[in-house]
């Protein structure tokens, strides 16, 4: 088992690629805090715990500062230490350019960057060099090469991705492995909530002809948190079907 005797804060994780990373690390042994805003995130932790691991539910709103410290501490309480952390939690919003209004910008990035940010610096601080910790960020397609349609979006995914590569640089000399997955058009709610023929176009462009599936991005989070990578750090990897934007 890859990843037995840890433990993994997943947040985002009642449904879509959280819960599929949750899924996988339970099944490679390791103990799993799970947050989100729904009561799903408290169904999935009873699944899990059914299977003899141990899995924690904790239902809250990351972009709220207080939360994501009282989750880290309450962390803290329970383990004494935390070895992984994936940062899902994440929102989508469409919009041209001209019809973004400022308050979806500010939405987005306080939910996609700040509260990642917050609640990394809070988890970084009960992670111990010699358990081999790190983070694991997920950023998107759409944050590496752009994305029309949903340009604050990919903006905040941009984000995502330096925010990757400097705490990558940073955090080395403390043993901590930084990360990012940077998934193309993957089978989730989100993806398939989009509006018009966006979602029929962006499978258009896949040339490996399929859309991802939330397994795909799970195995990929497996790797980055499994001593399989321990000399990985500072990386943005695509998990895209060979995507074409």
């Avoid at 009561?39 to 699944?47: F, P, T």
């Avoid at 990919?154 to 984000?159: E, R």
Wanted: net charge neutral; glycine share 12%.
């Amino acid at each position: 088992m890859l990843l037995e005797g840890r433990v993994a804060l997943v947040t985002g994780a009642s449904r879509g690629i959280g819960a599929a990373i949750a899924r996988a690390f339970v099944a490679e042994g390791a103990s799993v805090c799970l947050c989100a805003r729904s009561e799903g995130v408290e169904v999935l932790a009873a699944e899990l715990a059914g299977s003899g691991r141990t899995a924690r539910a904790w239902r809250g709103d990351l972009a709220d500062a207080s939360f994501g410290k009282q989750l880290i501490s309450a962390i803290r309480k329970e383990h004494g230490h935390l070895d992984v952390l994936v940062n899902n939690a994440g929102i989508l919003r469409q919009g041209l350019i001209g019809m973004t209004s400022t308050d979806q910008m500010r939405e987005l990035m306080e939910v996609n960057v700040v509260a990642l940010m917050a609640l990394t610096q809070y988890a970084t601080r009960i992670m111990d060099a010699r358990r081999s910790p790190c983070v694991v960020n997920l950023a998107s397609i759409a944050g590496t090469q752009g994305m029309a349609g949903v340009a604050a979006y990919s903006a905040s995914k941009a984000a995502v991705v330096g925010y990757t590569l400097a705490s990558a640089k940073e955090l080395a000399a403390k043993g901590i492995r930084v990360n990012a997955i940077a998934p193309g058009v993957i089978d989730t709610d989100m993806v398939r909530g989009a509006a018009g023929d966006w979602y029929e176009r962006q499978l258009q462009s896949i040339r490996m002809g399929r859309i991802g599936t939330p397994e795909d991005v799970a195995g990929v989070a497996v790797f980055l948190a499994s001593d399989l990578s321990r000399y990985v750090t500072g990386q943005v990897i695509g998990v895209d079907g060979g995507m074409t934007l």
